[in-house]
Nanobody, 117 residues
């Protein structure tokens, strides 16, 4: 059974930083593309960052230059480093895995990030 377990959310002041982690178990991590999504109250879930198996990454325009996605295949882990946080970054952040070979996808349970002074 595949599980995605996120951690690292919390409350931070504007301009601060947080680092989210997502550990994947149950499948070979190196074969999956990983993403972070977020959903704010009353809004649709949106893609924040995406990283391919080889490490190539892409970002939503709203977070470019502030957020960094990375992965360590040996640790079955993907991270989202969030710097220069803004009020509008407040949301529940979800880890997402897409296993290429089987074309299956999985979601984490979400972790809350609140940016507030």
């Amino acid at each position: 059974q595949v599980q995605l377990v996120e951690s690292g959310g919390g409350t931070v002041q504007p301009g601060g930083s947080l680092r989210l982690s997502c550990v994947v178990s149950g499948r070979i991590f190196g074969y999956c593309e990983m993403s972070w999504f977020r959903q704010a109250p009353g809004k649709q879930r949106e893609l924040v960052a995406h990283i391919l198996t080889g490490g190539v990454a892409d970002y939503a325009d709203s977070v470019k230059g502030r957020f960094t996605i990375s992965r360590d295949n040996a640790k079955d882990t993907v991270w989202l480093q969030m710097n220069s946080l803004r009020d509008e970054d407040t949301a529940t952040y979800y880890c997402y895995a897409h296993f290429i070979g089987s074309n299956t996808e999985y979601w984490g349970q979400g972790t809350q990030v609140t940016v507030s002074s």
